[in-house]
C-alpha cells in the first residue's frame, strides 16, 4: 500500500492546486477502505474531519486530495487508463494527477499502450 506524504500539488489536467492534508497511516487506511467500496464522499469527510480545523480550505484540500486518488485496481481516477506506477504519477492519458494508492496497481506495459 502506497501511502501520500503531506504537501502541495498541481495537476497539469484541471490546474487545480491543493495540499495533501496530513494524517497517520491509521486514518489512510480507513479512507482506502471508503475508497475500495466506492465511498469516495465519505472519505472526503473523514480526511477533512481528522486533517484541521473545520471550514472551506480544510474541506476544499480533502475533496481536491480524495479527487485525484487513482480508483480501485490502479486505474486513473478521469479517464479509467491504467496507471503504470504507484504513488504519485500523471496519467500517460489525459495528463491527471493521480495517487495510486491501490496495491492492485496495473503494471502492465502491453494493457497500457492498447489504450494509450
Ligand atoms: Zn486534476
Ligand atoms: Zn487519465
Known amino acids: 500500500m502506497q501511502y501520500p506524504t503531506a504537501k502541495e500539488v498541481r495537476c497539469e ?3 487545480a492546486v491543493f495540499t495533501i492534508p496530513d494524517v497517520s497511516v491509521e486514518v489512510w487506511n480507513e479512507i482506502f477502505e471508503l475508497m ?6 465519505m472519505a472526503v469527510k473523514l480526511l477533512a474531519d481528522k ?3 473545520p471550514g472551506f480550505a480544510n474541506l476544499g484540500n480533502a475533496k ?5 486518488f487513482s ?7 478521469r479517464c479509467y487508463s491504467p496507471l503504470h506506477e504507484v ?8 495528463h491527471s494527477f493521480n495517487f495510486s494508492w491501490s496495491d492492485r496497481t ?4 502491453e494493457e497500457t499502450e492498447r489504450t494509450q
Open 13 to 15: 489536467r484541471c490546474k
Open 36 to 41: 475500495r467500496n466506492d465511498k469516495r464522499v
Open 51 to 53: 486533517s484541521g480545523p
Open 64 to 68: 481536491a486530495t480524495l479527487f485525484h
Open 71 to 77: 480508483r480501485p485496481g490502479g486505474v486513473c481516477v
Open 87 to 94: 504513488g504519485e504519477t500523471k496519467c500517460a492519458k489525459c
Open 106 to 109: 496495473v503494471i502492465n506495459p
